[in-house]
Structures are given as C-alpha cells and as structure tokens.
C-alpha cells in the first residue's frame, strides 16, 4: 500500500520561508518522479516542482522558480519543498505526488496530474500579508 504524507505547512508571514516534506513508503521510491502541486481556494491544482529518481534534474513552474527548491533523500524515501520569499498568492494546500520515470520524464507529464500515480492528503500553506 503506497503512502504518501506531507508535513511542515502552517501559517508565515509574506517573506518568510518553510520547508515542506514528503514521506513515502510502499513504492520503490529512487524509481519514481516526485512532484509538489498545490491548490488554492477557489482554483484548480496547479504544478509546483518536479524532481527526477535520481536526483539530478528538477523542473519548476515560473511562479516560483528562484524561490523554491524540491530535492530529495533516496535514502530516507523523503522528498522536500524549500520555500523562501514566500508571498500571499503561495498560500494554498500543497500535496505530493509520485509518478513513473517514463510517463513523467520521457512523456513530459510532469507538469500535469495525469503523471503521477499516487498522492498525499495534503498539508496546508498560509502565507499572510
């Protein structure tokens, strides 16, 4: 059974930085594209960040390329979101998301939902003004 469960949202001032981190368990984690989106009141989910099983290329949406680093920890099967310079419009549920290499990477889905397989339940990002 593949669980993924984020962790590390909660309330920031405009500014102000968080990390958020994935945990997953049940799926061969190093094999496996993992994704943040996020989805705001209102609002369809939207792709945030990509990284690749090995770790060695990452993919962003412009609105927080610069701000924002996805990496991950094969070896704890963590991924994590580095959010710095944080601004209200970042306000949102962010969720994790794993997907295969070839449907992600080689079919360029990775910015679309329909690449990935599983997801997390969620964890919530408030950023005030």
């Known amino acids: 059974q593949v669980q993924l469960v984020e962790s590390g949202g909660g309330l920031v001032q405009a500014g102000g930085s968080l990390r958020l981190s994935c945990a997953a368990s049940?799926?061969?984690?190093?094999?496996?594209?993992m994704g943040w989106f996020r989805q705001a009141p209102g609002k369809e989910r939207e792709f945030v960040a990509a990284?690749?099983?090995?770790?060695?290329?990452?993919y962003y949406a412009d609105s927080v390329k610069g701000r924002f680093t996805i990496s991950r920890d094969n070896a704890k099967n963590t991924q994590y979101l580095q959010m710095n310079s944080l601004k209200p419009e970042d306000t949102a549920v962010y969720y994790c998301?794993?997907?295969?290499?070839?449907?992600?990477?080689?079919?360029?889905?990775?910015?679309?939902?329909?690449?990935?397989?599983?997801w997390g339940q969620g964890t919530q990002v408030t950023v005030s003004s």
């Open positions: 049940g799926l061969t984690f190093s094999s496996k594209t």
């Open positions: 998301a794993a997907g295969p290499h070839y449907r992600t990477i080689v079919n360029g889905l990775f910015p679309y939902e329909s690449g990935y397989d599983y």
């Open positions: 990284i690749k099983g090995t770790g060695g290329s990452t």
